[in-house]
């Protein structure tokens, strides 16, 4: 029973390189988010999904893209990484609807950004 | 804009004690709450999640409370051990804005000493 699973789980990158990270969830759920988390800040959401093909920004969208082609993949990707991408970024899904909605998350991915 | 907010910001306490840890929200339109624990440089795991029309929810040594109205949570962690040690972080489901976003707190860090 893998639940959320995120590639990669560490990354050093130079300023101005891109990359794609990828989350991956076998429990069917509609909605997908991305969340990073710094010191102090908690976690902030980037983007979220609703359902396959759809994306929405959430509340620090700057600077990252998503794609959600597929149902069970959801794709977070930064064109040019700067120093303040640097962070612990977490995938999570949830059911839809307004019953038990429960989320669950991914183990993390920690970016460095140099 | 949903705040969540989650007092103390850290809290020490010896083996065997009860504590209660605190939640806080702005908005009181919401789905549900969930509580969480995140050790270090891991993942979140999911505690108990409460719908807004129940007041509390339990699971084995803990118990959490919801007072929708005065927009309150409250995490009980009865018979505390040091396996408890970690950080909790309370997540609250928004009705309004789409997407059923969770809004997270900054969480408690919690320490049970022997």
């Known amino acids: 029973n893998a639940g959320v699973t995120q590639t990669p789980k560490f990354r050093v990158l130079k300023t101005g390189q891109s990359m794609t990270l990828l989350c991956a969830q076998d429990?069917?759920?509609?909605?997908m988010y991305w969340y990073r988390q710094d010191p102090g800040m908690g976690l902030r959401l980037i983007h979220y999904?609703?359902?396959?093909?759809?994306?929405a920004k959430g509340e620090v969208p700057d600077g990252y893209n998503v794609s959600r082609l597929k149902k069970q993949n959801f794709l977070l990707g930064l064109e040019s990484a700067a120093p303040s991408q640097t962070s612990v970024y977490f995938c999570?899904?949830?059911?839809?609807?307004?019953?038990?909605?429960?989320?669950?998350f991914g183990q993390g991915t920690r970016l460095t950004v140099v | 804009k949903q705040e969540v907010t989650q007092i103390p910001a850290a809290l020490s306490v010896p083996e065997g004690e009860n504590l209660v840890l605190n939640c806080s929200f702005t908005?009181?339109?919401?789905?549900?709450l969930q509580w969480f624990r995140q050790d270090p440089g891991k993942g979140l795991t999911s505690l108990l999640l409460?719908?807004?029309?129940?007041r509390e929810q339990t699971s084995g040594r803990l118990n959490a409370s919801l007072d929708k109205s005065s927009g309150r949570s409250t995490l009980y962690i009865a018979a505390s051990q040091p396996g408890d040690s970690a950080t909790y972080l309370c997540?609250?489901?928004?009705?309004?804005?789409?997407?059923?976003?969770?809004?997270f707190g900054t969480g408690t860090q919690l320490k049970v000493e022997l």
């Open positions: 409460i719908q807004s029309s129940q």
């Open positions: 908005d009181s339109a919401i789905y549900n």
């Open positions: 997540a609250v489901r928004a009705l309004t804005g789409g997407g059923n976003k969770l809004t």
């Open positions: 429990m069917n759920h509609e909605y």
């Open positions: 999570a899904s949830s059911p839809r609807g307004t019953g038990n909605t429960e989320a669950f």
């Open positions: 999904s609703v359902g396959e093909g759809t994306t």
